[in-house]
């Protein structure tokens, strides 16, 4: 058997037929190829290059074509339940339907089916390689499913067989934005408003960037022009009232709200959160809590949620409060540098306290990503005593090899002299893995009133995962706080943790003093850029605190619970031992 072509030969046979009239014939082959090689960027963009008649074009009886038709018309309407039924009978008969196998891959993905999802795009890709439309989709469920650099790839193709599209300009923006490469993905969002000027996703992109930036004058310009393209849509008029409600022209925020029709969940939530805060900024408390209320109820709806389930992660930390009593405190120094974890409630001031100790040139410091997956993995929560015990202290090491090697890696540089900073505030459920892995490591316990904390986790437009899913209502986020703290007072006391505590209270008063003697337990000095830290330049901040950390130390938040005193009362009971045994 003679050996299969290389990718040149491939390529150079593919020109000859294009050069000799024979583009259906070149097609042909680039696709077969393709299939098999499917990140092969020079053939991808020579097949694209034959327009037409790059992709396939399968004989269809009258039948199928109107069951095409009737599934695109679905797909464009999102009536996924349609497609979901419909698609998979058509593409086993009909297996070169790209634009099918894209809609049932979007079906899929909104339905929370994202393995399943990826498997059905991967093949439309495969079959018609020359069509943007499925790259794009998979970009964005690759995004969905936090694999950024993997978006960008499909981003990536998408823009070699679709380079003057705005979606794809969108799709690379976003990607980039993922990976926090900011100037990158504003060069590309701003291309694709000058694409296609009519298109709202551009515009929406590139305004939701600038306001995470805290960059607010250029977000009026953008929202200014996209308005003199767009002046009734509806992502337009939303990203306006976010506008508004930033600059503190709360009133416009509600008459802008009011011309808005409805939204898909999504941007519905974002919708009732923006009008919550006005109406808070505004002293109406119970209609404030009325629209907070809704924000939840839209973002428990939102489309490709998967598999959630806040009833899961109190489960993990019931098992791990009941492991907490049986682990013994580690008696043996670590092989390796220890890092600092910054752990807390969310919501207690863990993103202040990361503002400020960035503008410090000994700490490097890791944003919200489960890097603590290097040192849990395989440790089951109903088990968790009797696997930590039954971890050797070599593959304890390994762990923690694996997470500082993770750790540099995600920080892009070489640890150097510099002391490595945790910061997830959750990573306090952790703290027995991270003992046994990291047995000197030092934990910084960020505290705020427990009111005060229930009360602004509730009212956050999280991204929905297991944890944040238990802050849809007040009830089940009082019920998780309690057992958080139940399991964090356990595990310090059990396993002898060297913490410190901030409360967010005295930090909000006086910086220096508070900030100085945690500095002096983990072997720091204080520095002048510290008194300075909303200067500080970030590319992105990734939690729901980027609104507050660019602005000077204020007490506006403090005791803000107070206002909302009568919603709290049916938790009070759950609330009232941590508030006096935390001296509030």
Not at 506 to 524: E, F, K, N, S, Y
Not at 527 to 555: C, G, I
Request: aromatic residues 6%.
């Amino acid at each position: 058997m003679p050996p299969a072509p290389s990718p040149a030969q491939i390529l150079t046979a593919a020109r000859g037929m294009i050069a000799g009239g024979r583009r259906g014939e070149a097609a042909a082959l680039l696709r077969k190829y393709l299939y098999h090689n499917s990140r092969d960027r020079a053939a991808r963009k020579l097949l694209a290059s034959l327009g037409p008649d790059a992709h396939p074009h399968p004989a269809l009886s009258a039948q199928e074509r109107a069951a095409r038709q009737a599934l695109l018309t679905a797909f464009r309407a999102g009536d996924h339940r349609t497609v979901l039924a419909r698609a998979e009978p058509l593409l086993k008969r009909q297996p070169l339907l790209s634009d099918i196998a894209n809609a049932l891959g979007n079906a899929l993905t909104a339905t929370g089916q994202h393995a399943q999802a990826a498997r059905v795009l991967d093949h439309a890709i495969r079959t018609d390689p020359a069509s943007p439309d499925a790259y794009l989709s998979l970009s964005s469920l690759l995004r969905t499913r936090g694999q950024p650099a993997e978006a960008l790839a499909a981003a990536e193709a998408a823009l070699d067989v679709a380079p003057d599209s705005a979606a794809c300009h969108v799709a690379l923006g976003l990607a980039h934005l993922d990976l926090d490469a900011t100037d990158t993905a504003e060069t590309y969002l701003h291309r694709a408003t000058e694409l296609d000027p009519r298109a709202p996703q551009a515009w929406d992109a590139l305004a939701k960037m600038l306001e995470r930036q805290n960059r607010l004058p250029d977000l009026d310009a953008v929202l200014s022009e996209a308005e003199a393209h767009l002046p009734d849509d509806p992502q337009i008029l939303l990203n306006r009232a976010v506008h508004l409600g930033r600059v503190n022209r709360h009133e416009g925020v509600l008459d802008t709200a009011a011309c808005i029709p409805d939204l898909p969940p999504r941007e519905a939530a974002i919708l009732h959160v923006t009008r919550a805060r006005a109406l808070d900024a505004l002293d109406d408390p119970d209609a404030a809590m009325d629209a907070f209320t809704a924000m939840n109820e839209a973002a428990g709806t939102f489309p490709g949620r998967g598999d959630i389930s806040g009833a899961r992660y109190l489960a993990r930390v019931e098992h791990h409060l009941a492991a907490a009593a049986r682990i013994a405190p580690a008696t043996r120094t670590g092989t390796t540098r220890q890092p600092v974890f910054m752990v807390g409630f969310p919501r207690s001031g863990t993103t202040l306290l990361e503002t400020i100790l960035l503008t410090h040139p000994r700490v490097a410091l890791v944003e919200e990503q489960p890097l603590i997956n290097h040192l849990t993995d395989g440790l089951r929560p109903e088990t968790l005593a009797q696997d930590l015990a039954a971890l050797s202290l070599a593959e304890a090491d390994s762990r923690a090899r694996a997470y500082l090697a993770a750790f540099e890696a995600t920080l892009g540089a070489p640890l150097d002299t510099r002391t490595a900073f945790d910061k997830l505030p959750l990573n306090l459920v952790e703290a027995a893995a991270i003992a046994r892995c990291f047995p000197q490591a030092k934990f910084i316990f960020s505290l705020r009133h427990p009111c005060d904390v229930v009360l602004s986790c509730f009212m956050q437009n999280f991204v929905p995962n297991d944890a944040m899913e238990n802050f849809r209502n007040l009830e089940d986020a009082a019920i998780l706080y309690d057992r958080v703290m139940t399991l964090w007072t356990a595990s310090t006391e059990a396993l002898k943790l060297d913490t410190v505590t901030l409360r967010y209270e005295d930090l909000t008063q006086d910086l220096r003093g508070v900030i100085t003697p945690v500095l002096a337990h983990l072997g720091l000095d204080w520095t002048d850029a510290m008194d300075r830290f909303h200067e500080t330049t970030r590319p992105m901040v990734r939690t729901a605190s980027y609104r507050q950390v660019s602005q000077p130390l204020y007490q506006s938040a403090t005791g803000r619970w107070r206002r909302y005193e009568a919603h709290l009362a049916p938790v009070m009971d759950r609330l009232a031992p941590w508030i006096d045994g935390f001296g509030y």
